[in-house]
Nanobody, 121 residues
Framework: QVHVMESGGGLVEPGGSLRVSCKISGNQFRIITRGWHRQAPGKQRELVATMSASGSTNYADSVKGRFTISRDYKENTISLQMDDLKPEDTAMYYC???????????????WGQGTQVTVSS
């Protein structure tokens, strides 16, 4: 079983920086992809950034050059460093892990509860 828990988030002024982190527990070798989605009020959830098991990364066009996803292999955490934040980055940020389900060949997403990021002056 995989468990996901976010931390960090908060209120920051436009142009500022913030870091959110995510602890992912469970069998790390079954996890295929780790990453972040976000959902703003009244909008659909959207992909922000992902990291594959091999370490390759992928970003939404709207955050490229401003956000950086990283992984701490020892602590089993991933983090999202967000720089030059804009009001449109305001959203609930959700961490996820896509993992092979034990005893099967199927995969599923495991989600955290989310952490709020608000960019406002």
């Amino acid at each position: 079983q995989v468990h996901v828990m976010e931390s960090g988030g908060g209120l920051v002024e436009p142009g500022g920086s913030l870091r959110v982190s995510c602890k992912i527990s469970g069998n790390q070798f079954r996890i295929i992809t780790r990453g972040w989605h976000r959902q703003a009020p009244g909008k659909q959830r959207e992909l922000v950034a992902t990291m594959s098991a091999s370490g390759s990364t992928n970003y939404a066009d709207s955050v490229k050059g401003r956000f950086t996803i990283s992984r701490d292999y020892k602590e089993n955490t991933i983090s999202l460093q967000m720089d030059d934040l804009k009001p449109e980055d305001t959203a609930m940020y959700y961490c996820f892990a896509n993992s092979v389900v034990e005893g099967t060949i199927t995969r599923r997403d495991y989600w955290g509860q989310g952490t709020q990021v608000t960019v406002s002056s």
